[in-house]
């Protein structure tokens, strides 16, 4: 089992090797630098500077030295410092981000899921009712609307016209920190996010339901007198959720991808508005630091499924 | 049954969330003090995420609240005054620049003398700062400070643009920085968490990219300041500042054209227009042999109708130019007309050639400008171009890869650009971007214009020292680009900044790089 664990955890750090050669080859072939990113292209300002920045920055040096230099810091615990943030060491930010995105999207989750089950339940029990095609119609519309657009008109009439909640940001700028003020101005975006994957809860958890009411036990229950509400929540409902539970697993990703675009609609500090400031900026070692962070936390779970698996099953671990 | 109880349930919910923002509202609102929240550096002139005026090619509202020049503008830009230089003179040949330093104290309590002017400039000429500064104080020859309140800075020949250049220096404190070497300097957090400066208002705080919080500096040499707090908020674009001031959330941003236009009728703001000293141009790419010909340039011109573009695509608010400059003092009367005239362009073209030069292929016209407006504009002189046989074909990128394009080798990408130039207040920016001497790796005339004519007007008009004599060179300047047309010379368009009726005696122009102009962030004050 060791040698197996030792094995599988090698071919996490080849891969997270490959992956830091293939980001930093990607990065430099992409137009633009970071000195580029910087240059204002309506204030003048000598190329002469510019190469001055690009020689202290070491961006002069050709790419293996570049990339030898940062690995073998790297390595070391030094992912360097940000080039767009004036000396703001990249580890410690890129951690801090870490935070603000798990809130948000675990908050978008929890709602998703609250709404989407209880949606998904009422439309299947008041099948082809005017509740149920109601729900049927907000959840379609919600389904087909990306996190962009939800974002944007969310923000316009919760923010801008009714001016119920506001309009970006984690807290009140200029006032001490309050969980209240944190809660306020993360109900819109989370809530926003949620839409989604709420609908897609709704609409399986819809048809789940009314797949497993038809089931003979069901009719078995109802048959036996138990009353309509029982019948529901302890029977059907519980053999409903198995799929419902495997949509949500698969749809994290999806809601990562969303929680980009809304911390981005937001002003969100979380790990999506630092990539795509990074991304604009050709903020190097953030993008590398971030995207090396994030590989790594997808290859430690494949290996822990993997070491999982093999520990229930003898015969991949020999195989 | 049970969709009626699981309703009611998410009814209660719903309420409960409503019922926080309702609660969190007030509860979050109340504060005894004063505090001003802007988006001060939103758009062109800010520069978000940047707290080190040495490496700041932008964002100088927001750091000049905090940190303060020897001299600025006046914030019309019209001419330019003391701000820690209580008075300045010049010598009669402009090499020698005196200033006598005014009674101004650091946040930290400690003096403000000439050791520190030394230090800064001393810093700013050093490339291992960071300093952008450098190149264009490569032409000091001595600081001297002969008492702690006179410094004395001494140039190479006349320099007519180094008071301009320096309005954008921040004077640096030698007591807090000397000690640190300058190459750790520009990677200190220093900048971020605990600077220093001379301003109405001290540093308190950064949430990383959220805002910059400040406070009221109670010893600031013109009186404390009328609010308590001033607060940079951070948004992703101009849209969204704009939304954060219609919920009441900020009290300023600068907005587009098209945002500002939406609030000119709306009660409580107040939309404040200004010059953006940005010459919009159609930029020939001289390192081709397409644009050789002078006809071809003003065929050009002659084939774009300026004028109804600006009716109707910027309802009226640009500036047409017929040279670099609009400002009145540098345009003289005499200039060629560059009318809306497709017949004679298409008579320039055939005299030039162009059928041979060119003919009908598509060239690519490369800007980093994204905006709706733009891409407008962008199409209506596409279709104006191909009704005279040019065609070409706009090319819209990120401001890094447009960066990239033109400061690399292959031509074929940028045969023509749209792009900005900053034509002001300083006249003598544009040498940077027209002299054949500042072609890169010197300068940044990223064209590669060499025009013999043109080099010596920007020459005699940079060394003269009379400034009797100046407006009348930097006038010859603009009659060489009018009749030479090294780039096809658009507009100046206007620029916008949205302030809440609740500002008092709020000052604010939209100043290329945001600055510094005289606003007195000390008088600024909101109503309760």
């Given amino acids: ?144 609307s990306p996190a962009f657009l939800t974002g944007l008109l969310g923000l316009y009439a919760f923010s801008v016209l009714l001016r119920w909640f506001p309009s970006g940001g984690m807290l009140t700028p200029g006032r001490p920190y309050s969980s209240l003020d944190l809660l306020y101005h993360l109900i819109l975006p989370a809530t926003l996010l949620s839409i989604a994957q709420g609908a897609l809860i709704m609409r399986y958890m819809r048809g789940s339901l009314l797949e497993v009411l038809s089931q003979d036990y069901v009719r078995t229950a109802r048959a036996k007198g138990v009353r309509e509400f029982w019948v529901v929540v302890k029977h059907a409902v519980r053999n409903a959720l198995l799929p419902v539970i495997t949509l949500i697993g698969s749809t994290i990703g999806g809601a990562i991808g969303g929680a980009i675009f809304i911390e981005s609609v937001f002003n969100w500090p979380g790990m999506g508005l630092l990539m795509i400031n990074a991304v604009t900026s050709r903020d190097y070692s953030v993008i590398m630091c971030a995207t090396l962070l994030t590989g790594a936390s997808v290859i430690l779970v494949n290996l822990l499924t993997d070491i999982a698996y093999a520990a229930v099953d003898p015969r991949i671990r020999n195989a | 049954m049970i969709g009626r109880t699981l309703g009611r349930t998410l009814a209660v919910a719903g309420l409960a969330l409503a019922s926080t923002a309702l609660v969190a509202l007030p509860a979050i609102a109340q504060s005894e003090e004063k505090t001003i929240v802007g988006g001060f550096d939103v758009g062109p002139g800010g520069f978000q995420g940047n707290f080190n005026p040495l490496t700041a090619t932008a964002g100088f509202t927001w750091l000049n609240t905090y940190y303060e020049p020897l001299v600025t503008y006046t914030a019309d830009l019209s001419r330019l005054k003391g701000e820690l230089a209580g008075e300045y003179t010049a010598s009669d040949d402009l090499t020698t620049f005196t200033f006598k330093l005014a009674d101004a104290v650091w946040h930290d309590g400690e003096p403000f003398t000439s050791a520190d002017v030394k230090y800064t400039f001393d810093l700013a000429m050093n490339p291992e700062s960071g300093s952008i500064f450098a190149a264009r104080l490569a032409d000091v020859v001595s600081v001297e400070t002969p008492d702690e309140k006179t410094a004395v800075v001494t140039l190479k020949g006349p320099n007519g643009g180094f008071l301009s250049t320096i309005t954008q220096l921040m004077m640096l404190p030698e007591h807090e920085l000397a000690s640190k070497p300058a190459a750790e300097l520009a990677q200190s957090d220093w900048w971020s968490t605990t600077p220093v400066g001379t301003g109405p208002f001290k540093f308190v705080q950064y949430a990383s990219d959220q805002f910059v919080e400040l406070e009221a500096f109670d010893d600031y040499r013109d009186g404390r300041p009328q609010v308590d707090k001033l607060i940079n908020r951070y948004f992703a674009n101009p849209a969204a500042a704009v939304a954060a001031l219609r919920a009441g959330e900020i009290q300023f941003t600068y907005a587009e054209a098209d945002d500002a236009q939406s609030f000119e009728d709306a009660e409580g703001f107040t939309v404040i227009p200004g010059d953006s000293f940005v010459l919009n141009y159609i930029g020939f790419n001289h390192r081709t042999e397409l644009w050789n010909d002078v006809r071809v340039r003003q065929a050009v011109m002659h084939a774009i109708d300026r004028d109804t573009i600006i009716e109707t695509l910027y309802n009226g608010a640009a500036k047409k130019a017929e040279c670099n400059y609009v400002a009145p003092q540098y345009v003289p009367d005499d200039l060629i007309d560059y009318s809306y005239d497709p017949e004679k362009a298409r008579t320039l073209l055939a005299e030039a050639g162009w059928e041979e030069i060119n003919g009908g292929q598509e060239l690519p016209w490369l800007t980093y400008y994204n905006s709706p407006q733009v891409a407008n504009i962008m199409a209506a002189v596409q279709a104006m171009l191909a009704d005279v046989g040019v065609n070409v074909a ?104 949205i302030a809440s009726d609740s500002l008092e005696d709020f000052v604010w122009t939209p100043a290329p790089g945001g600055g510094p102009f005289e606003m007195n962030p000390e008088a600024w004050d909101i109503e309760p």
């Fill in chain 1, 1 to 144: 089992m060791l040698r197996y664990i030792a094995s599988r955890a090698g071919t996490g750090l080849f891969l997270l090797l490959a992956l830091s050669v293939l980001i930093f080859i990607m990065l430099r072939l992409t137009p633009g630098d970071p000195i580029d990113a910087y240059i204002n292209p309506t204030i003048p300002i000598g190329a002469a500077d510019l190469a001055a920045l690009r020689e202290r920055l070491g961006l002069d040096q050709p790419l293996p030295v570049q990339y030898f230099a940062w690995l073998a810091a790297a390595l070391s615990g030094d992912f360097g410092y940000s080039i767009q943030r004036g000396g703001v060491p990249v580890l410690p930010l890129v951690l801090s981000r870490v935070g603000p995105t798990v809130l948000l999207m675990f908050t978008a989750i929890a709602i998703s899921i609250v709404v989407g089950v209880s949606a998904g339940i009422i439309s299947a029990v008041r099948k082809n009712k005017a509740s149920d095609v109601g729900l049927s119609i907000v959840s379609f519309l919600g389904v087909s």
């Fill in chain 2, 394 to 497: 706009p090319r819209v990128v990120d401001v890094p890869t447009y960066n990239g394009i033109v400061r690399g080798d292959d031509v074929s990408q940028f045969p023509l650009v749209y792009a900005g130039a900053g034509n002001g207040p300083n006249p003598a920016q544009h040498n940077i971007n027209l002299n054949s001497e500042q072609v890169p790796p010197n300068g940044n005339n990223i064209m590669h214009i060499s025009l013999p004519e043109l080099d010596t007007a920007l020459a005699s008009a940079m060394s003269e020292a009379d400034p009797s004599q100046m407006d009348a060179r930097w006038q010859e300047v603009c009659r060489v680009v009018n009749e030479q047309m090294p780039w096809g010379s658009m507009w100046v368009a206007s620029r916008y900044g």
